[in-house]
């Protein structure tokens, strides 16, 4: 995959191995998105939804602005 | 890992349905207008109606298979499409549905030309003959999906 970065920063793959043993495909499943999503979304190539958001915020016990962070600047 | 294997179920079964009507709008495009040129053969009433038919059946068919084939591979527990995939399904239809847009409206203009001008209009493509005008309308048809699928494949790529 080689598109454009979104102008949403994200943590989750820190996140994920630092404090769980997650899978991405696991991650994944117990949010209700794909393996793809999940790569999609660590490479910062897909900003999900602010219900997924909330999902990932939920299973890796983290605040939801520790996950994400705005770059203040858009198109 | 692979391409194929690193691809999400959705995305595999736009590739497979792009290929699939690639190859059966070639062999569509070849058997009615041999040599795949723009000017369909004069057929008789019966033998379009034919080949129609035979196209219809073809397309249910493989339609059918495909859906069944991914239908079956599903597995349970296991999320085989979520909001990303939806949203790129999403984009993929809006860029099938404005090309058989534009379609629709060259065809409206050519038939347009061909009542107003009559013998005198001269176009890639005439609208005389009901064959042409079906021609043409399953062309558009073929091509707004081929590029519908050919989008979503793209924005796999990109998002």
């Not at chain 1, 016990?61 to 705005?70: H, S, V």
């Not at chain 2, 597995?75 to 790129?88: A, F, G, H, L, S």
């Amino acid at each position: 995959m080689g598109g454009k970065k979104s102008h949403i920063a994200n943590q989750i793959k820190r996140v994920r191995l630092a404090r769980t043993d997650l899978t991405q495909a696991e991650l994944g499943r117990l949010i209700g998105a794909t393996r793809q999503t999940i790569i999609a979304i660590e490479a910062e190539k897909y900003s999900p939804s602010l219900e997924l958001a909330f999902r990932l915020s939920h299973v890796l016990n983290e605040p939801i602005e520790e996950l994400f962070q705005f770059s203040g600047e858009w198109d | 890992m692979s391409i194929i294997a690193d691809m999400s179920e959705p995305e595999r079964q736009s590739w497979v349905t792009l290929l699939a009507d690639g190859l059966v709008f070639l062999w569509f495009w070849d058997a009615i207008a041999p040599g795949w040129s723009f000017s369909p053969y004069n057929f008789s009433p019966s033998e379009t109606g034919t080949l129609f038919f035979k196209l219809i059946l073809v397309a249910i068919f493989y339609n059918a298979i495909i859906a069944a084939a991914f239908a079956l591979r599903r597995r349970k527990n296991e999320v085989d499409q979520d909001e990303r995939d939806v949203e790129i399904q999403s984009f993929g239809a809006r860029i099938g549905y404005m090309a058989l847009q534009f379609g629709v409206v060259l065809v409206i203009v050519g038939l347009l030309l061909s009542y107003v001008i009559g013998d005198d209009f001269v176009g890639p493509l005439d609208f005389y003959a009901p064959v042409k005008v079906l021609f043409t309308l399953v062309c558009i048809s073929y091509v707004a999906d081929l590029l519908r699928h050919g989008a979503i494949v793209a924005r796999y790529r990109v998002v």
